[in-house]
């Protein structure tokens, strides 16, 4: 009982997935279909969240993950894994699309009426939490509330609300070039706060 | 890496270094991140914080709740799979080293190791900007300078070349994305269609498009390569008459595609002709290949 408890931890701490994502990445780029299944299935639910809070509309949403999802499958060829991990490749390009599509669409400027400085807190009741998203919000959470209430307020509605620097700058009455600035400032404090440099 | 490619690029004075959180967070317009990646172009310390920056944002996005997608999302993708091209292997090292693990010194820096093989020695755990390996990623990440990445490109020759785009390796990669994008876009269209021919010589060619987004595209098997003074282009042929869609080469094996420039009208008959290299004004030969998008 105690033995079978302990290869079960085991298998969930190391090996949970019998590839991981990279690993996945590298079959799909050979065209394996299985692999992409199983690359969605451990990565829609991320992208789709990460989407959904830019567009908020959800039919949009889930369109524009999918196209997302036809990129990674036509793109994968292009991610390098000495470059960073494939969450890393797949949110990048998961954020890009979706600001694509709030700059392109006139759903995008609808849309633009409803957000105001939402903080990150918001929202954040989803069933689908885990532990490991949990953790991660706290982190970011707490790295966020280091920063000045200009440099959070400018970095939420850039990341989290898609827009443009000039946007944000119209939005909090402030000079373009003070945006820049608080946008690079607030943006070395979070990479500091999360370590992400070494 | 320092010296090569000198792209500094006057903008009145104001330091591009400032961009880069905006860059990071995708909050330029495009002038704005051309501008910023020329920058990149000549700077090492700005590359290795600008990859840091875009794993910060990164960690942005980990940050919010995941959300379940409805079951029809995944069902109509794998639908789409097969009709879908990727693109080319960059290369196909045979057997390649697990250089991850050996560290980045021992990658050359044209060889792009197959993620496969490069996550076989290193898996690393979703969730973690804060692995504290970021900055050497950084390095890695920029690692290619332009000799190496014009031989990435040739090597993706199979694939459309923009004519605008040739021998700017640096744009060629995102030309290259932009195209990717392109066609995810004509694929995942509510409206996508497609309508299928065969060339002269025996070569099945597709137009898929979408109405909605006034885009298409076309796919050839196999298209036979051409010299090197000659590119493919592709035209809109309507009631006035021929209007250029951009060119594109081929390897002359596998599928061949490229995303038509401008905008796409229903029923516009789509065109290939071989004209020479870079593309005419209006078509110097006949169409190899014409399909009506209706």
């Known amino acids: ?198 | 890496m320092t010296g090569s490619g000198n792209n500094r690029v006057d903008n009145g004075g104001e330091n591009p270094g400032e961009l880069s959180g905006a860059y990071a967070l995708h909050a330029l317009n495009p002038d704005e991140a051309a501008r910023y990646e020329a920058h990149l172009a000549s700077s090492e310390q700005a590359r290795i914080e600008a990859a840091e920056l875009s794993d910060t944002a990164v960690a942005l996005g980990l940050a919010t709740a995941p959300v379940q997608p409805s079951a029809a999302v995944k069902a109509s993708l794998m639908a789409r799979l097969a009709s879908t091209p990727q693109l080319p292997l960059l290369q196909a090292p045979a057997a390649a080293p697990a250089a991850s693990a050996a560290g980045p010194a021992s990658v050359p820096p044209d060889a792009v190791e197959t993620p496969a093989e490069a996550s076989a020695g290193s898996v690393t755990p979703t969730v973690s900007p804060s692995r504290g390996t970021a900055s050497e990623r950084a390095r890695q990440r920029w690692f290619r300078g332009p000799v190496g990445m014009l031989a990435a490109a040739a090597a993706a020759a199979a694939l459309f070349v923009g004519g605008a785009f040739a021998g700017q390796a640096f744009n060629s990669d995102q030309f290259q994305q932009q195209q990717a994008a392109g066609l995810a876009q004509i694929n995942s269209a509510p409206d996508s269609k497609r309508a299928s021919t065969t060339t002269a010589d025996g070569h099945k060619a597709t137009l898929v498009w979408s109405v909605e987004r006034k885009l298409s595209a076309l796919l050839v098997d196999d298209l036979p390569a051409l010299p090197s003074d000659k590119d493919y282009q592709l035209w809109y042929i309507g009631g006035k008459g021929p209007v250029s869609a951009g060119t594109f080469d081929s390897s002359g094996t596998g599928t061949v595609w490229r995303v038509l420039d401008g905008s796409m009208t229903f029923g516009d008959l789509i065109g290939v002709t071989v004209e020479p290299k870079g593309g005419s004004r209006q078509p110097t030969t006949d169409p190899i290949i014409a399909i009506q998008s209706s």
Not at chain 1, 78 to 90: D, F, V
Not at chain 1, 124 to 144: F, L, P, Q, W
């Open chain 1, 1 to 198: 009982m105690l033995g079978l408890m302990t290869a079960d931890f085991d298998f969930d701490l190391e090996s949970t997935a019998p590839a991981s994502k990279e690993e996945l990445l590298g079959r799909v780029a050979r065209g394996d279909e299985a692999a992409f299944g199983d690359l969605y299935d451990q990565m829609a639910p991320r992208v789709l969240g990460l989407v959904k809070r830019l567009l908020v509309d959800h039919a949009q949403s889930e369109e524009v993950t999918q196209e997302i999802f036809l990129e990674i499958w036509q793109s994968a060829s292009r991610y390098e894994a000495q470059r960073g991990g494939a969450s890393t490749w797949i949110l990048t390009m998961a954020h890009r699309r979706a600001v694509d599509r709030i700059r392109s669409s006139q759903a995008g400027r609808d849309r633009d009426t409803k957000i105001g400085i939402r903080d990150l807190a918001v929202e954040y009741d989803n069933v689908s939490e885990t532990v490991e998203t949990r953790i991660e919000h706290e982190r970011v959470e707490k790295a966020m509330s280091r920063l000045t209430e200009l440099q959070r307020q400018a970095i939420s509605l850039a990341y989290y609300g898609g827009l443009s620097h000039s946007e944000v700058a119209e939005r909090l009455h402030i000079p373009l070039g003070t945006v820049k600035t608080r946008l690079r400032d607030g943006m070395i404090r979070l990479r500091d706060e999360l370590g992400v440099a070494s």
